[in-house]
Nanobody, 115 residues
Framework: VQLVESGGGLVQPGGSLRLSCAGSGFTFSTYVMRWYRQAPGKGRESVAHISTAGGSRNYADSVKGRFTISRDNAKNTVYLQMNNLKPDDTAVYYC?????????WGQGTQVTVSS
């Protein structure tokens, strides 16, 4: 089983990034997918999650209106479009797959928002 994130990097405040997370080794379409982040010195927090078919999406208040989670089950990939980025969004972003007691984490991708 693998979850591989990509798309992180350094961006100026107000900029955009699109994170991707490709899953393999499990039936991707049957798992709820989530994005978490962990800033330096802080705990891991949930950013967004999306239901198996993509019909239900939820966001942390801190990113609502700026981030959009989506998924393409044909490509076994979940995305996080991040717009109007702020320095407080700086963190390592992780994707997470869960179905009942089964759960998998990606290795994380660094997002740094700085001028």
């Amino acid at each position: 089983v693998q979850l591989v994130e990509s798309g992180g990097g350094l961006v100026q405040p107000g900029g955009s990034l699109r994170l991707s997370c490709a899953g393999s080794g499990f039936t991707f379409s049957t798992y709820v997918m989530r994005w978490y982040r962990q800033a330096p010195g802080k705990g891991r927090e949930s950013v967004a999650h999306i239901s198996t078919a993509g019909g239900s999406r939820n966001y942390a208040d801190s990113v609502k209106g700026r981030f959009t989670i989506s998924r393409d089950n044909a490509k076994n990939t979940v995305y996080l479009q991040m717009n109007n980025l702020k320095p407080d969004d700086t963190a390592v972003y992780y994707c997470y797959a869960v179905r009942g007691v089964l759960e998998y984490w990606g290795q994380g991708t660094q997002v740094t928002v700085s001028s």
